[in-house]
């Protein structure tokens, strides 16, 4: 059994200030894990994964994300949020075809 | 490319009624899903399919059906329509190379409500 649990379901930051938004996994086997960009009324779009090639993964829009397996967490991070940040932000983790769990989301608001 | 398309975008229907999502994807991917998105409950797997003529239930499935005559389309019906079903649907791909790695690619969505 897999699980994701995104820890806030908004967050809030200033234009120009850290993102750090929050995910944490559980896994029978090891795991692999996305994250994913919704902007609004539109579909999902893939920002990073993680394969076990690295632990720490950059991806799209200047976002990272670092595995840490002590912790079973794959947060997501940038160091300076612009405003088309804004969106909804999901974690995944994967065992397979058919086997991915999401996240409830994490709704990013940037302040200008 | 197109990617992932979904036909209808927006649909209104009556409790009972009948419709049918379809999904295409031009990119040859194997694996097809089909999702609803609820406010704060994420993305909950309702149908997916590992290769043409083959589907698979996924977390949600009651009152849908799938159908993978092809390998470029996924069909997602609804039957008998009921309030609960109102949502936003989303179809997805995906070709592993490497086992586990299910990267997805999404369509536009379908919103659909039920009177």
């Known amino acids: 059994a897999q699980s994701v649990t995104q820890l806030g379901s908004h967050v809030s930051v200033s234009e120009g200030a850290l993102v750090l938004l929050r995910c944490n996994y559980s896994?029978?086997?090891?795991?692999?894990l996305f994250w994913y960009v919704q902007y609004p009324n539109q579909g999902l779009q893939l920002l990073l994964k993680?394969?076990?090639?690295?632990?720490l993964v950059k991806g799209i829009n200047g976002f990272e994300a670092e595995f840490k397996k002590s912790e079973t967490s794959f947060h997501l991070t940038k160091p300076s949020a612009h405003m088309s940040d804004a969106a909804e932000y999901f974690c995944?983790?994967?065992?397979?075809?058919?086997?991915?769990?999401f996240g409830d989301g994490t709704t990013l608001t940037v302040k200008p | 490319n197109a990617g992932v398309t979904q036909t209808p975008k927006f649909r209104v229907l009556k409790t009972g009624q009948s419709m049918t999502l379809l999904c295409a994807q031009d990119?040859?991917?194997?694996?097809m899903y089909w999702y609803r998105q609820d406010p704060g409950m994420g993305l909950r797997l309702i149908h997916y399919?590992?290769?043409?003529?083959?589907?698979a239930k996924g977390e949600v499935p009651d009152g849908y059906n799938v159908s993978r005559l092809k390998k470029q389309n996924f069909l997602l019906g609804l039957e008998s329509a009921a309030p609960s079903q109102t949502s936003v649907y989303f179809c997805?791909?995906?070709?592993?190379?490497?086992?586990?790695?299910?990267?997805?690619?999404f369509g536009p969505g379908t919103r659909l409500t039920v009177l």
């Open positions: 997805a791909s995906s070709y592993s190379l490497l086992a586990g790695v299910d990267e997805q690619f």
């Open positions: 896994s029978s086997v090891p795991p692999y």
């Open positions: 993680y394969t076990s090639a690295a632990t």
């Open positions: 995944a983790v994967s065992a397979g075809a058919g086997k991915s769990t």
């Open positions: 990119m040859n991917h194997e694996y």
């Open positions: 399919s590992v290769g043409e003529g083959t589907t």
